[in-house]
């Protein structure tokens, strides 16, 4: 009896054939879609990963470059830099904080921005500099500012 169905043309439903088809044809799609998607999320996140680091360590090349003309002084000194940061790194807004140096670690600028953070280390800060800040790439630009006088050495972003 199962063979005459088997043989049998008539026993197919060509409407079941198409919604059959059409069903596999969205499945194969829908996979295909998904692994694009999640292949270019991945593709974003790396450049962001790459704009964070690329602004850490010019900001860090910065600050390095204050600190160090600082250094060679020994009157008092005051050094200002304004730098224009972007508006968003991959599409997001992002803070960056200044990390003063402790007993533990090294200063170190952090930029973070959704799910990421980057830290930049500043190899040059030590401890006897007092080193704070906090901006958010909502504004478009930051300024560096650095003072060492005889009581002290104090560096900020804002």
């Given at each position: 009896?199962?063979?005459?169905?088997?043989?049998?043309?008539?026993?197919?439903?060509?409407?079941?054939?198409?919604?059959?088809?059409?069903?596999?044809?969205?499945?194969?799609?829908?996979?295909?879609?998904?692994?694009?998607y999640v292949r270019a999320e991945h593709s974003s996140q790396q450049a962001m990963y790459t704009e964070f680091s690329e602004l850490g360590s010019e900001i860090s090349r910065d600050i390095t470059n204050m600190y160090i003309t600082s250094a060679h002084t020994t009157n008092n000194i005051t050094i200002y830099m304004e730098r224009d940061i972007p508006l968003t790194l991959g599409g997001k807004g992002y803070s960056i904080t200044l990390k003063n140096a402790t007993s533990e670690g090294m200063a170190s600028v952090n930029i973070e921005g959704g799910n990421y953070e980057?830290?930049?280390?500043?190899?040059?800060?030590?401890?006897?500099?007092?080193?704070?800040?906090?901006?958010?790439?909502?504004?478009?630009?930051?300024?560096?500012?650095?003072?060492?006088?005889?009581?002290?050495?104090w560096l900020w972003i804002e």
């Open positions: 009896m199962v063979r005459k169905f088997i043989r049998d043309d008539n026993a197919v439903n060509i409407e079941l054939g198409y919604i059959l088809n059409l069903l596999l044809i969205m499945i194969f799609m829908a996979s295909f879609t998904g692994a694009f980057v830290i930049t280390m500043l190899n040059s800060i030590d401890t006897h500099v007092n080193a704070t800040g906090l901006v958010y790439s909502g504004s478009g630009e930051m300024n560096i500012k650095m003072i060492k006088n005889n009581s002290g050495a």
